[in-house]
């Protein structure tokens, strides 16, 4: 399959966003989207400076050990919890209100953060911080892949948490001011509670420059609605429907699965860590730690930016499985580069660690950060799209809290020792990639999420065969339907004299 199904339709827009109108706009509020993760690299990045600095150090009385895990792991606790009312208040009221409540709280902490008077005030506000944080990341991704224009839904979406590089208060702000005012609703939530003409309205703005006529407009609704109303035949949504059918057993499992990869493939060390682990190599001063930082962010953006960008050119596997083997081979680098430091006492050895650091976060830019949160988001189905999300932010972050709580400790016990066990990890996930991580590039959402109800082999095309699209009166979309009520529908308009061509994929 070379082609996507949505390519083949006529749509009512410029082939270049940035010529089109309407585009212009659903880039823009899709990027509103975008903004909602960039809180955790403004911190990640905020706490590897601070570490440096020694008044920090000075005015929080040194923490290290288990009180520097604490204060790290404090941002990602509170998502152990908090995902599961995020998912609530985006069934109940949408995808913007979820958003805009996670950006106020993020912004709330923030400043909480920044006026902290005591260790005390520095974790609680995290805290804080954490819980709005969590509450955007449920409802951005998920209003980001179901409000992006079909061309656009795959570059965009995993450009979302790449953007965690890019800064803290300033995306929460844009995020409420893009997502709230005059921001569109997600459409699958507009059919879900009966409005099929203002999504019908949505996707025309957004997708066509207003007409509502458009071809690719009307599968797009016939798809949403076609998929909600098998999903509405089948069962009412619940947390245990995970569990229920042997599809969305392995869709959960695969969301666990990265959910932990995320932060269990030695990032977090770097991450976080990139202080003491400097200083392991022999880099101790503040600005030379400053400047390493700085030009890691750097790099990292423009690499997840643009693996992101360029998403379905590649494939979400082997850019997966490639840059796992990837890490695993700088990883082992910088193992022996800290070994022969340690031992040795060279500084030489110690600089030579620092460009396999680069190459390291290199290769899980170009996939780890780009899929992050936008695979899991894409391979559920509408009823538990957020449910996933909140089970996914959930395992993910008492998988990265208890991981960030350790690492401190691991360091300074162990030291270089400390990054065979993310070697160990990496291989194991090799295997995982390879066995069990679907492709699902050029898919429409809704057939991205039949996926996983298919084998490894075939999925992907199978899954995109599932609905055939008829046309009648000269190539008109009239109706969007399963293959399994296929011969029905053809026979019903035979009967009434329709001219049917079947466009098979």
């Known amino acids: ?83 599961f009312p995020a998912s609530w208040i985006c069934m109940r009221w949408g995808h913007r209100w979820a958003i805009m409540t996670g950006c106020i709280l993020t912004i ?32 951005a991704p998920a209003l980001l892949h179901e409000t992006a224009h ?61 007409d509502e006529n458009d071809a690719l407009v009307k599968w797009e609704l016939q798809e949403i609605e076609s998929s909600l109303e098998d999903e509405a035949q089948n069962h009412k949504s619940s947390y245990l429907d995970f569990l229920r059918t042997k599809g969305n057993r392995k869709r959960l499992a695969v969301a666990a699965a990265f959910a932990i990869g995320a932060n269990w493939l030695g990032n977090g060390i770097v991450s976080y860590y990139f202080t003491p682990v400097l200083t392991s190599v022999g880099v101790k001063k503040p600005i030379q730690i400053l400047s390493v930082n700085l030009g890691l962010n750097i790099w990292n953006l423009i690499l997840a930016q643009y693996a992101g960008f360029n998403i379905d050119r590649f494939g979400r596997r082997p850019l997966l499985f490639a840059a796992t ?29 620092i460009p396999f650091l680069f190459f390291f976060f290199g290769f899980y830019d170009v996939a780890w950060t780009p899929l992050n949160y936008s695979y899991a988001t894409e391979i559920m ?52 990639i390879y066995f069990f991580f679907p492709e699902t590039k050029k898919l429409s959402i809704e057939e991205v999420a039949l996926v996983f109800d298919y084998g490894m ?4 095309v199978k899954a995109a065969a599932n609905f055939r699209d008829e046309f009648v009166d000269g190539g008109d979309v009239l109706k969007q339907v399963p293959k399994v009520e296929h011969k029905e529908f053809l026979e019903k308009h035979e009967c009434n004299g329709g001219t049917i061509r079947e466009n098979r994929i």
């Open 325 to 353: 083997v990837g890490m695993i081979f700088s990883y082992s680098f910088v193992m022996g580069f800290s070994a022969g430091f340690a031992e040795t006492g060279s500084k030489a050895l110690g600089i030579c660690a």
């Open 381 to 432: 189905p509408y009823h538990l799209r957020t449910k996933g999300l909140a089970i996914y932010n959930t395992i993910q972050q008492l998988g990265n809290s208890f991981n960030q709580f350790v690492n401190p400790i691991a360091l300074q016990a162990i030291t270089w020792k400390y990054y065979g066990v993310y070697i160990a990890v990496e291989c194991l996930y090799v295997v995982l």
């Open 1 to 83: 399959m070379t082609k996507a199904t949505f390519e083949r339709f006529s749509n009512n827009t410029n082939p270049k966003w940035w010529k089109d109108a309407c585009l212009r706009m659903n880039v823009f509020y899709c990027i509103g989207c975008m903004m909602c993760p960039v809180y955790l690299g403004y911190d990640q990045s905020l706490l590897v400076g601070l570490q440096a600095l020694p008044r920090w150090k000075e005015y929080f009385h040194s923490p290290s050990g288990p009180m520097l895990g604490l204060i790290t792991s404090s941002i990602m606790l509170p998502a152990i919890v908090f995902g």
């Open 457 to 460: 082999k075939d999925g992907r």
């Open 150 to 210: 079909p061309r656009l839904r795959s570059p965009l979406g995993y450009m979302y948490f790449a953007c965690y590089y890019i800064g803290s208060i300033l995306s929460s702000i844009m995020s409420t001011i893009g997502l709230y005012i005059e921001a569109p609703e997600s459409p699958r939530f507009m059919v879900s509670k009966g409005h099929n003409q203002k999504a019908l309205a949505m996707l025309a703005r957004h997708h066509a420059n207003g």
């Open 108 to 139: 709330v902490g923030a400043i909480w953060n920044a006026l902290s008077l005591s260790r005390t005030h520095f974790i609680v506000s995290r805290l804080i911080a954490g819980a709005g944080g969590t509450i955007s990341k449920v409802g």
